[in-house]
């Protein structure tokens, strides 16, 4: 589970300044995509990148994840898992072993 | 702490299909922002969206997160709560209360 | 067609940077992506923006789209009235009148 | 300038499903980035990927943008230039020749 820390300390933070007001989970959505976009242009130019840099961009991501699954009351490791699940069976290991292609291509 | 167990499963996941070798670090970042319009799309037309629909595909973010922070050795809650204590700085709470601006126009 | 002088425009700014090399399919693609991310920014806490600012981060997508068309030898209005062509076929004026339901929902 | 009848037939074509309604500055957006994030996946495990394939998602993204700049009473070419004798500024030929760093770091 993401620690009740994080999630406590991350409610605390937003409730402090009053910014739950802004957390639909549209606005959630558009700053998760634009913070994927800061993350990807640590390596605009390179398959190489600054680590403390891809550090924070990838922190950001994370954060707005983490409030987002709040929003809609889920947990984010639950989500993970019971993905996980699906594209177990998408994938089969003896199909889909070494292989990039997507599922329907395998 | 994102569960070890979480951690371990996608490990196991990954490991099982030899997918490794494509998880470079900037192709997962190109996968977070990938999965991350996908999320968006949701939201396309409408404030409002499917439920089920956005756990999924912010399923796949997080995912896609949890691989990255792996692969540059980061814990995910640990980069969280770091880059918190940055934001904290720069949007102190009396400042910031009730306003999205940027911290270069508080 | 986009003016021959602003894909002129364009390459010759390119060539008096010896910017080419960078500008693989692969990376056009990235900073689409990239550059698509702070043109959201722009709505991301609201639905109104700043029109100035909205033109600016407009034109760096429309620019790398440009790059990109250049650089697969494709022609960008061309590209768009070819897809035209198709999404007329899968929505059909008489079923998606009016609705913004995806074409395997109408 | 974007070709008259390119503008007209997008034009035309959205009036003929009425989705004129949907097509505000920030729906458009959002599905600008959607489609970026899918012309990127041709990319997701390869630097190289099916021309046919960029072709259509760059298209997309380009419809989007073509949409946007009428939305918002803008030309895409005019765009496109006015900006680019802003990058020319930033980025002087001597300076910036053969280098993929950003401006503040010349």
Known sequence: M????VR?????FVA?????????????????????????ECFQWSPDADTDRVR???????????????RIG?????????KLAVTRAKYPADKARGRSAKYDAL
């Open 56 to 70: 924070g961009e990838l922190a950001d991501v994370l954060t707005y994840c983490i409030l987002l699954a709040e």
């Open 16 to 40: 402090e300044r009053d910014w739950g007001q802004f957390h639909t989970p549209e606005n959630l959505a558009k700053s998760i995509a634009i913070e994927a976009g800061e993350l990807l």
């Open 2 to 5: 993401t620690a009740r820390s």
């Open 74 to 82: 889920a947990d984010p490791d639950q989500l993970v898992l019971e």
């Open 8 to 12: 406590d300390e991350l409610a605390a």
